[in-house]
């Protein structure tokens, strides 16, 4: 039978002895691997670099959201504001109250009160029906404006008064 790739014969085994004993016996080296060996140990090595590829490329899956807290974050904001509001002009202090209520309002109850002012939220029907206990806020809201947009400068304590108005009224509305 001839080998197909190597075209050669394969080696028969001599019959009789050499005609020379004094010679050493011929080495022959082994019939070599079928190549379906070869197609597979290829294959096996694609597959292999397939999966290394992927692994390293594949998409991370989406990292936990943690969930959000509005009131602990205004409450948190309220705070650390109180420990520098006394450097702060005063009307820079009730322009972050107002931002952090209004970014509690738009977090918490879903009123989109950053992009509204304090008369479209609590006069002209911005809160909903079922939200009507926001209403105790009209006060604060009224104050930090009058804070914000006096034309007569307010007094660091005002501005203290504000931010403990703040927390005391964020602290009844505690989820």
Known sequence: ????????????????????????????PPAPLPVWIFIVGALFLVALLALVLWLLLRPKPPMAVEPKRPWQQAMNALKELATRARGLPPGAVSAEV????????????????????????FQGGGIPATSQRLHRYAPLAEL???LSFAPVPASADESMELVAKAMTHLEEDRP
């Open 1 to 28: 039978m001839m080998n197909f790739w190597l075209a050669q014969a394969p080696a028969a085994p001599p019959l009789q002895p050499l005609p020379h004993p004094e010679l050493p016996e011929v080495f022959l």
């Open 98 to 121: 107002s931002e952090i209520l209004r970014g509690y309002f738009l977090e918490r109850y879903k009123i989109p009160a950053p992009f509204r002012t304090t008369h479209e939220i």
């Open 144 to 146: 930090w404006d009058q």
